[in-house]
Each structure stands twice: as structure tokens, then as C-alpha cells.
């Protein structure tokens, strides 16, 4: 396992993986595939120097002939795969781009897997394909029962992965993580979204009553845990990975507030999403046997994601002034202009 292919590399996870990988493992040699599209970011890994141990290619995980042709030049043995469109408000505005890369893409991902006979590929997965948990916690043997076009379409690739393990024995490991916070995410997510706003003095737009609940991990975390399936997990198998930090998204809000000293004001109620979950929960007993613990509590998760949006303007505010600005106000204006 000395080159890995990690597909969607500029992306939130997929950045912060690749910075795990080169602390914990810098014997690996790393390539990063990415389409760049609107949350994939090169200044996630700006601090990264081209050479023998990490090269960067931009490009579609759905077209075979790149995919094969990076394999093939770099003589890649393990794919690790976070590409993917992957927010729920988005694919209600636009499912047909979730379907290309979570369902073709993965596709694509798998065929080379057992072509180039690779040692191992890992399909990173969501908490979100469980759908709605009311009470207790979701194992990995239960059923799937997805409510939006996104979570649909990432249940979708974690069929495909375990029937090409059954069908063909691809060496093909899931994880599914819980909500993930920290460095570098993409602010149209609720915690950067909110920190963001926060720091605009801008209102912070609730779904609802505010009472959808959810895991925070830190993104560390979440990584180290993607490095244990990697390394010691089973092929054929799921691993959930989450931290058991459930909280509402008024708790997350007030919270946030808190810790930049603004005004509980801040928050306004929108009118709900379509479909909208009302509670993740994940048991992790399956990963933590095999050594894996959380190191972060939520409200240090919390803390030191909130801390580095306020020392890294430079990173968020012009992606807030870019495309970001026209979703954001198709997304939420009229709501909030309405008062929820």
C-alpha cells in the first residue's frame, strides 16, 4: 500500500485526509484526482510541494480513460474515494449532477479497481443513507432508507461497491461518517455557514424549529477513522464512523454564538426542507474494535473549527463573494426576507 489514488482530494475530507496521510504515512505517495468543482479547492492544499510524494491531476472521476490512465502512470495500488456532490440542498435543486459522480462515478471507480486488480478501494459514505433514526442508533447491517436525491444517490454507490464485492471480489471497504466540522469546509454547510454569518453579523437561517439532530465529528477524527478501515478493515464490509456528539441545530447555533460573542438575534427560522431527517445516529462499535476512538468532544470539535474561520478570512470570504453568492440566494433571501 505505497500509492493511493485519493479522488476528491481538494474537497473538505478529501484535503484534510491527504494532510493525515502525509503526517502519519510519509513514505505513501499520494495523487490527487479532482474535478474542482465548486468545493474542491487547491488552496486546501497549497502547503503541499509536487514531487515524488504527492502530485495533483484535475479531472472527472466518471470518465474511464483519465481514471485508467492516472492508475496506469502512477502506478496506483489503493483508491480512496471522496468524491462526490454532497449537499442535501442542492441535490433538491439539482439531483441530475449527484447521480453522474456519487452513482457513475463510483461506478467507474470500481470497474478500475478490478481491472488494475488494486489492493484495496474505500468508498466513503454518509450517515445520511440510513435515513431518519428516531431512536437508538444505526448499525451497519441495517436497512437503507435514503430521503433525498443526495443521501439516494450515495446509498446508491454503497449497493454497487458490496454487489461488486460479492459479484467479483473487488477488495471494496465502506465508511460512513456522521456530520463532519473543521478546516476548510465548503460554506455552504451549516457550521461554516453559520460561523460565516456569525462573523458578518449576517442572520444564521434555522430549517424549521430547529430540532433536527445530528453528530459532529472533528474532521481529524473522521480521518483517522478512514485510515483504520483502510488499513485494518475487512473488504465487503461497512464501518460507521461518528462520535456520538448529538445536538440540535439551535443548540449548534447558540453555541456557535456563544464562542464569537454575538447575539442569540442572529437566529432566524426558515421554512423546513423537503424530506428533512430529523435525527442521525450512528453505533460505532464495528470501528472502534479495531482501536479507533474519537480524540475531540463536541464543543472542542466546535471551538477549533469556530477558531479557524475567524483567523482564516482569506480562505472563506472570497468564496462567499463567487458562485456561492447566487445559491445562497436562491437558497435563503426570500426566507429570510419573509422572517421564516
Known sequence: MRKLLITGGAGFIGSNFVHYLRRHHPDYGVVVLDKLTYAGNLDNLKDLAEGPHYQFVRG???????????IARHQINVIVN??????????????????RTDVEGTYTLLEATR?????R??????DEVYGTVPEGHATEEDKLAPRSPYSASKA??????????????TPVLLTRGANTI???????????LFVTNALED???PIYG??????????????CAGIATVLHQGEPGRAYNIGAGNEVNTVQLATAILDLLGKPHSLISFVADRPGHDMRYALDTTRLRALGWEPRYSFAEALAHTVAWYRENEWWWRKLKSGEFREYYRKQYARPLAEGG
Do not use: N
Not at 115 to 119: F, M, S, V, Y
Not at 209 to 222: C, L, N, P, Q
Open 115 to 119: 481491472k488494475w486488480k488494486l489492493e
Open 82 to 99: 471522496f468524491a462526490a456532490e454532497t449537499h442535501v440542498d442542492r441535490s433538491i435543486l439539482d439531483p441530475g449532477a449527484f447521480i
Open 121 to 126: 478501494m474505500v468508498q466513503v459514505s454518509t
Open 60 to 70: 472527472d472521476i466518471a470518465d474511464a480513460a483519465l481514471v485508467d490512465e492516472v
Open 202 to 204: 449576517q442572520p444564521l
Open 209 to 222: 424549529e430547529g430540532k433536527a439532530v445530528r453528530d459532529y465529528i472533528h474532521v481529524d477524527d473522521h
Open 182 to 192: 473543521g478546516p476548510c469546509q465548503y460554506p455552504e454547510k451549516v457550521v461554516p
Open 156 to 169: 446508491s454507490g454503497d449497493l454497487l461497491a458490496l454487489a461488486y464485492h460479492t459479484t467479483y471480489g
